[in-house]
């Protein structure tokens, strides 16, 4: 107990420190980065092989491997019924707050970060803009499109907007495919693009599920190691629990083996706790650092402020009231205590944004601080790390209905189904990874027929925001693995 406290309070003084540090100090945030690069790299060491030990370990644990069905099924059906609860959440406050305006395109453009200049002359060369004397060419670099605002240019006319902006070329830069443009006149606007990334993506919602499916069996297990792939990884471990499990003494000394690792993985967790402080201020410092500084983040935040306090609040609604009576109710457990014990969990998913390297600590939490069996939680959190997403799958609502309002778009219920329906599913497909749920939503945008491009409405701030969701992602595993210890396991196996 005093050790926990001691190390809430180490990791409390780490966020204090890096905040003020990597936000007044944007620079200085900047070098003791790659502090908080280490403590990540330590815990990703350790996921692979606390997965592989935790799994194998509780599956023997169980006895009977006919028990993994019901408990298998009872944790999806969990984890899907959360998280519907969570879009719901979040579809129904950015109906409420309506925090999307319809902005004109030059509102959208400086919404993302452009800049649209009506009157004032400038060249393009290549890759080099020039307004009115002063180059634009560093600021603006890779993922920025490029709209001249009258016809002086040599270029093909494609469309034309509002009054008198004719969008005469989009010009990327683009190393695969350099598009030179050269041009002068009066009047430019530069947008900035969404990365590639999400101007590729074109999976639909069966590629998703598709990919998830096929995702489940390795072709290669130490490749899916390698790569950091959780789901063939979780795959194999139970196969090899299960099947150790029925070879009687001659499954024994594997199994040792297993329960012996996994004690060692604990006590190599325990250490990383000790660098959790300096790791999670040194990752915060970095970011402020990044976005620069709190004058470089605060209006960022400011501009894009009704809808994150969207987000965030449905972020705060699902993790208050919603998920703590569903611990209440089913996993009959004294919330306060669970939210003190889980803290620094949480904290570390705050500063990482990602629930895979977090995971580690998310099963010392909830192993050695609130009681979770290991068996369930070697099964449950592992699982939930990577395909349950309670934050994810609200922001990814809240987000696309932004985007819609932006673009003076009204959704009607069959919409507001399939945004249900698809940002549900997005969640289980992104990975436990940093703004993989962005790279998500791109599916959920394209089942309304939304513009893609949209997604830069929101970049600006998503580093902030993902930490958010992560945050509550972890959240939702833990009181997951306990609900599903004490209520669904109890109910059948009363001795633990
Ligand atoms: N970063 C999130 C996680 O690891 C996923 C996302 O929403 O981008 O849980």
């Not at 005469?168 to 030179?180: A, D, E, H, I, L």
């Not at 696309?400 to 507001?416: D, R, S, Y």
């Amino acid at each position: 107990m005093r050790n926990n406290n001691k190390l809430l309070a180490g990791i409390v003084a780490g966020i204090v420190a890096g905040s003020l540090l990597g936000g007044i100090y944007p620079e200085a945030g900047l070098k003791v980065h790659f502090i908080g690069h280490l403590f990540i790299k330590f815990l990703m060491m350790i996921v692979m092989p606390l997965i592989i030990a935790a799994m194998i370990s509780g599956i023997c644990r169980f006895g009977d491997v006919r028990k993994l069905g019901p408990l298998g099924f009872r944790t999806i059906f969990y984890y899907l019924g959360t998280t519907a609860l969570s879009v719901l959440t979040g579809i129904l406050l950015v109906i409420i707050i309506h925090p999307g305006q319809f902005a004109s395109t030059t509102q959208q453009i400086e919404t993302r970060g452009g800049v649209v200049v009506q009157d004032a002359p400038y060249t393009v060369t290549g890759n080099t803009v020039v307004i009115d004397g002063v180059s634009l060419s560093k600021e603006y670099s890779s993922s920025y499109s490029i709209i001249l605002l009258d016809r002086d240019i040599s270029g093909k006319i494609t469309s034309q907007h509002e009054g008198n902006i004719i969008e005469v070329s989009t010009w990327r830069k683009n190393k695969n495919n350099p598009v030179s443009l050269t041009g002068k006149g009066k009047g430019i606007a530069i947008d900035k693009l969404p990365a590639e990334r999400f101007m590729q993506e074109q999976r639909g919602i069966t590629d998703i599920l598709k990919e998830v499916l096929t995702g489940l069996i390795p072709a290669n297990l130490f490749k899916a190691m390698s790569e950091n792939d959780i789901l063939p990884v979780i795959t194999f471990s139970l196969l090899l629990g299960a099947v150790l499990s029925t070879l009687g003494e001659q499954g024994k000394p594997v199994i040792d083996f297993f329960n012996g690792l996994n004690e060692a993985i604990m006590k190599i967790i325990h250490l990383a706790m000790y660098a959790a402080p300096v790791g999670i201020g040194a990752l915060i410092a970095g970011r402020l650092g990044e976005a620069g500084g709190f004058t470089g983040f605060l209006p960022e935040l400011l501009q894009l402020g009704k809808y994150a306090l969207t987000v965030i609040t449905g972020l705060m609604i699902h993790s208050m009231i919603i998920l703590p009576l569903i611990l209440k109710l089913f996993g009959k457990t004294d919330v306060g205590r669970f939210a003190y014990n889980t803290t620094p969990a949480l904290l570390t998913a705050f500063s990482t944004a990602s629930s895979s390297a977090t995971l580690p600590l998310t099963v010392e939490c909830a192993e050695e601080k609130n009681g979770v069996s290991p068996r369930t939680a070697g099964f449950v959190l592992p699982l939930g790390a990577t395909i349950n997403m309670d934050g994810t799958a609200l922001y990814e609502a809240v987000a696309v209905i932004f985007i819609a309002q932006m673009n003076g778009i009204t959704l009607g219920p069959p919409e507001l189904t399939i945004i249900f329906l698809t940002a549900t599913l997005a969640a289980v497909g992104a990975a436990g990874i940093p703004e993989a749920g962005l790279v998500t939503m791109v599916l959920v945008l394209k089942a309304v027929n939304l513009p893609i491009e949209g997604i830069s409405l929101i970049l600006a701030i998503d580093w902030f925001l993902d930490r958010c969701r992560t945050t509550i992602n972890v959240w939702g595993d833990s009181i997951g693995a306990k609900v599903i210890d004490r209520y669904v396991l109890r109910s059948n196996h009363p001795s633990r």
